[in-house]
T-cell receptor, first 116, second 112 residues
Framework: DAGVTQSPTHLIKTRGQQVTLRCSPKSGHDTVSWYQQALGQGPQFIFQYYEEEERQRGNFPDRFSGHQFPNYSSELNVNALLLGDSALYLC???????????????FGDGTRLSIL | RKEVEQDPGPFNVPEGATVAFNCTYSNSASQSFFWYRQDCRKEPKLLMSVYSSGNEDGRFTAQLNRASQYISLLIRDSKLSDSATYLCAVTDPYSSASKIIFGSGTRLSIRP
């Protein structure tokens, strides 16, 4: 049973470029959350997708956008990349958005994005 | 004040020692608490959930103190393989989703 899978593993971009990161949730999961983890910091919530819609968003600018497909996989898009966008981008999946949830998040391996 | 605060460390202790980490959270309405372990350049992995009554998993013990709004993690008989960053995490009580708020992590280094 495959867990959460992310691609690519590593990516190098330059300032001003655009990037798309991909995530496939664990089998049976229909909700995908994205986090950004800068060096020396804990993961920061970017947004969550459920039923192909953005259900909640963290404190990130509109340059960060996403999408969820009918098969529950998800993409994170970042436009006009800045040096400060260099980070590990993590995807987590869970089963459903049922109001309050007390379940922990299980993460994929992440995509390490470096901006030059 | 940060929503979740941890001592960044690093904690440098000899093998076999007992080490304890604390984590404080700001929102008294938070309901669920976790400890994650993160190895260098890897993703965070769930170490254990933290329950009100406290819970133990082998050499690891987690405690929750709601009155003082802190969570603790105790590692007994530490091993070299315990060297990692330990992240404290709390669910956002105002989130309609399973959003988790993380601390910045505490680095632990076990020396032979």
């Amino acid at each position: 049973d495959a867990g959460v899978t992310q691609s690519p593993t590593h990516l190098i971009k330059t300032r001003g470029q655009q990037v798309t990161l991909r995530c496939s949730p664990k089998s049976g999961h229909d909700t995908v959350s994205w986090y950004q983890q800068a060096l020396g910091q804990g993961p920061q919530f970017i947004f969550q997708y459920y039923e192909e819609e953005e259900r909640q968003r963290g404190n990130f600018p509109d340059r960060f956008s996403g999408h969820q497909f009918p098969n529950y996989s998800s993409e994170l898009n970042v436009n006009a990349l800045l040096l400060g966008d260099s980070a590990l981008y993590l995807c987590a999946s869970s089963a459903g958005v049922q109001g309050y949830s007390n379940q922990p998040q299980h993460f994929g391996d992440g995509t390490r994005l470096s901006i030059l | 004040r940060k929503e979740v605060e941890q001592d960044p460390g690093p904690f440098n202790v000899p093998e076999g020692a007992t080490v304890a980490f604390n984590c404080t959270y700001s929102n008294s309405a938070s309901q669920s608490f976790f400890w994650y372990r993160q190895d260098c350049r890897k993703e965070p992995k769930l170490l254990m959930s933290v329950y009100s009554s406290g819970n133990e998993d082998g050499r690891f013990t987690a405690q929750l103190n709601r009155a003082s709004q802190y969570i603790s993690l105790l590692i007994r008989d530490s091993k070299l393989s315990d060297s990692a960053t330990y992240l404290c995490a709390v669910t956002d009580p105002y989130s309609s989703a399973s959003k988790i708020i993380f601390g910045s992590g505490t680095r632990l280094s076990i020396r032979p």
